[in-house]
């Protein structure tokens, strides 16, 4: 079982930027690939970005050049630097972590609004 716990949502004003944090917990040894995804009222489940473990990441097309993913291995975190926002960013952001290479855990979502 893994344990992930999100902070650093909020509201900020479009133009503005965010700073999303994920704490792993619990079997940590065994997570893959740990990332964000999102969620917005009435829309899909969205690939915000994720990171393997030697630290390569992959963006969603929609927040490239703007979001940045890190991880920290040794602190079993993930945080997501957010700037340049936009109103069509506002979304339940949640942590993901692969564990096994097939399980998923999710954190229980942080709310992001930005404001026009």
């Known amino acids: 079982q893994v344990q992930l716990v999100e902070s650093g949502g909020g509201l900020v004003q479009a133009g503005g930027s965010l700073r999303l944090s994920c704490a792993a917990s619990g079997n940590v040894g065994s997570i893959n690939t740990m990332g964000w995804y999102r969620r917005a009222p009435g829309k899909q489940r969205e690939l915000v970005a994720t990171?393997?473990?030697?630290?390569?990441?992959n963006y969603g097309e929609t927040v490239k050049g703007r979001f940045t993913i890190a991880r920290d291995n040794a602190k079993n975190t993930v945080v997501l630097q957010m700037n340049s926002l936009k109103p069509e960013d506002t979304a339940v952001y949640y942590c993901n972590a692969v564990v096994n290479w097939f399980q998923q855990y999710w954190g229980q979502g942080t709310q992001v609004t930005v404001s026009s």
């Open positions: 990171i393997s473990t030697a630290g390569s990441p």
